[in-house]
Structures are given as structure tokens and as C-alpha cells.
């Protein structure tokens, strides 16, 4: 095992985190870049806090979601970003959004339950847009006749909405929360 430097360390955690595909966990971190190193967990855990906060306050910071820490914008500057890419984020539908926020607050979920709360029926491609985009999964069957599937959420839901689990959704009564939620995050892109 080699030995690194504090310095070293910072900065290879650093760019790890800014080419990285997707979110990393400290655990990931010490399997691959540092897999030939020798670095305890909690010494990983350090430089993220102190990366943390290095980043505070920048056009640029370091978030932990569901499934790690990521780089990723300022949401305050998502709007004059936006400006850098052809397409735009996509907009989502009333119905898909009140079936995702459904599926999130009341998983595990059928479809019938959902259609129920909503009122109207839920289109297929809602469903599928939902399972395409990674944000919702089956997580069972219901025991009952038919054996209707149950949806619920994944990390890729959590990580999308910057979250680190269930438990930091808005209370259903903050429709501000829920509403900054929806609108604030669904421009926002890690930065790679």
C-alpha cells in the first residue's frame, strides 16, 4: 500500500468527484482511486467535509444525495445557465408530477391506489416515463387478485431532487416546499 499526501489526498478526491459519472460514496472513493493507497473511511470523510466546505458559498458545491456526493450548480444560477445548453430541461406534465409526489408519500404504491387518490386514470406513459427516467421502480406485488405491481421511489429519484432520503421530502401542507422542490431542482444538472 502507498502512502498520500493530505494535499494529494484533497486533490485526488477533488477530481475524482468532478470526472465521476455519477454521485460517490466515500466507500467508492477508497475502492477505486485509492484503492492503492492506504486510507481509512473516516479520513475520506474528512477531506469531503472540508471539500464541503471549500465549495460553500461558490458557483459550484459539493452535495451529498442518496448515492454519494456530486459536484453540481448553484441552484440560484440555474436559469442564466441554462443558456449553455441546445435543449432545454423537459417539463413535466401535472399528472406525472402528482403521480411521482403520490408514489414518493405513499409508496409502496399501485396504480389502482393512485388513480383512486388522483381521481382520473394514469396514463401508461406516465408509468413508463417514470420507470425510463430511473425515478420509480417496482418494488413488489400485491397480494390480491391480478397481483397489481407496487411502485416505489429509487436513489435516482433522491439523487435527481438532491436528496439524501424520503425523509427530507416537504411536509404535504408546505406547497411552497413542494412547489421550490419541483421547479427549483428539475434544471439543476451535476457538473462533470
Known amino acids: 500500500m502507498n502512502r498520500i499526501n493530505e494535499i494529494q489526498l484533497k486533490q485526488l478526491i477533488e477530481a475524482a468527484l468532478f470526472v465521476a459519472d455519477g454521485p460517490m460514496t466515500a466507500k467508492g472513493l477508497r475502492q477505486s482511486v485509492l484503492a492503492n493507497y492506504q486510507v481509512s473511511l473516516g479520513r475520506i470523510n474528512e477531506v469531503l467535509d472540508q471539500l464541503q466546505a471549500d465549495y460553500a458559498g461558490r458557483g459550484v458545491h459539493l452535495e451529498k444525495v442518496a448515492?454519494?456526493?456530486?459536484?453540481?450548480?448553484?441552484?440560484?444560477?440555474?436559469?442564466?445557465?441554462?443558456?449553455?445548453?441546445?435543449?432545454?430541461?423537459?417539463?413535466?406534465?401535472?399528472?406525472?408530477?402528482?403521480?411521482?409526489?403520490?408514489?414518493?408519500?405513499?409508496?409502496?404504491?399501485?396504480?389502482?391506489?393512485?388513480?383512486?387518490?388522483?381521481?382520473?386514470?394514469?396514463?401508461?406513459?406516465?408509468?413508463?416515463?417514470?420507470?425510463?427516467?430511473?425515478?420509480?421502480?417496482?418494488?413488489?406485488?400485491?397480494?390480491?387478485?391480478?397481483?397489481?405491481?407496487?411502485?416505489?421511489?429509487?436513489?435516482?429519484?433522491?439523487?435527481?431532487f438532491c436528496l439524501e432520503s424520503l425523509s427530507q421530502l416537504p411536509s404535504l401542507s408546505d406547497e411552497d416546499a413542494i412547489d421550490a422542490l419541483l421547479a427549483g431542482t428539475a434544471a439543476i444538472e451535476p457538473v462533470h
Do not use: C, M
Open 67 to 160: 448515492s454519494g456526493y456530486r459536484f453540481q450548480t448553484n441552484p440560484d444560477l440555474s436559469e442564466p445557465l441554462s443558456a449553455l445548453w441546445q435543449e432545454r430541461a423537459p417539463r413535466y406534465s401535472r399528472a406525472l408530477l402528482e403521480t411521482l409526489a403520490l408514489i414518493a408519500y405513499r409508496q409502496p404504491v399501485t396504480r389502482g391506489q393512485i388513480e383512486k387518490i388522483r381521481g382520473v386514470a394514469v396514463s401508461s406513459n406516465i408509468i413508463r416515463t417514470l420507470l425510463e427516467r430511473d425515478w420509480v421502480k417496482v418494488v413488489g406485488h400485491k397480494e390480491v387478485p391480478g397481483r397489481p405491481a407496487l411502485y416505489g421511489t429509487t436513489a435516482a429519484f433522491l439523487d435527481y
